[in-house]
């Protein structure tokens, strides 16, 4: 249940359009997924989170999807804006209720 | 401010040498978690404390120790560094002992020399 793949490294998008994040994990107990967003010299900030009785979830711009039988998980950000470019990590938390997160992946929103 | 503090922000110190990293938690958060961040790397757990007891361990080493105290601060201590210890240190905290709603600090910069 330690093993979050994240994918893209790195991804760069012009503003207006979407980004996608995918995630996949192993544990099929993980019942918990969230998504930070790091910015430049600052901790992780939680943006987004999905419970597993929940196929999708959005808040504004941002929103996941969850598909358990496949376990994985998407984060999708619209209309991105120059702010939006940050390193995002996907996490699951496993039975242990502790999160391991994914490797991270580099979003840059060009102008 | 996301209410969890961490000091100091940046440390620079030599191998061999001995740190002590503190974590005061988000007001009315039990839990606390720490977890290594290095270069162009993800978070790697490294262990979590709930109301001063130590709750699960990551990938610590035997070098590193934490300790949570009854005001429910925690102090994360590496001893014997080593240069591959530079990275960025994080404390999360969350209300109870589930990992629902952490909150991180900024971060301790640690550069060993």
């Known amino acids: 249940g330690e093993n979050v793949e994240q994918h893209p490294s790195t991804l760069s998008v012009q503003e207006g359009d979407s980004a996608v994040i995918k995630c996949t994990y192993s544990?099929?107990?993980?019942?918990?997924f969230p998504w930070y967003k790091q910015e430049l010299g600052k901790g992780p900030q939680l943006i987004i989170d999905?419970?597993?009785?929940?196929g999708e979830k959005k808040d504004q711009r941002i929103a996941v999807t969850l598909n358990k039988t496949a376990k994985h998980f998407s984060l999708h950000i619209t209309e991105t804006q120059p702010e939006d470019s940050a390193v995002y990590f996907c996490?699951?938390?496993?039975?242990?209720?502790?999160?391991?997160f994914g490797t991270g992946t580099r979003l840059t929103v060009i102008p | 401010d996301s209410g969890v503090t961490q000091t100091p922000k940046h440390l620079i110190t030599a191998t061999g040498q001995r740190v002590t990293l503190r974590c005061s938690p988000r007001s009315g958060d039990l839990s606390v978690y720490w977890y290594q961040q290095s270069l162009d790397q993800g978070l790697q757990f490294l262990i979590q404390y709930y109301n001063g007891e130590e709750r699960a361990k990551g990938n610590i080493l035997e070098r590193f120790s934490a300790q949570q105290f009854p005001d429910l601060h925690s102090e994360l201590n590496l001893s014997s560094l080593e240069l591959g210890d530079s990275a960025l240190y994080f404390c999360a905290s969350s209300v109870a002992g589930t990992s629902y709603g952490y909150t991180f600090g900024s971060g301790t910069r640690l550069t060993v020399v």
């Open positions: 996490a699951e938390k496993t039975g242990a209720n502790n999160l391991f």
């Open positions: 544990d099929s107990a993980s019942n918990y």
């Open positions: 999905i419970r597993s009785n929940v």
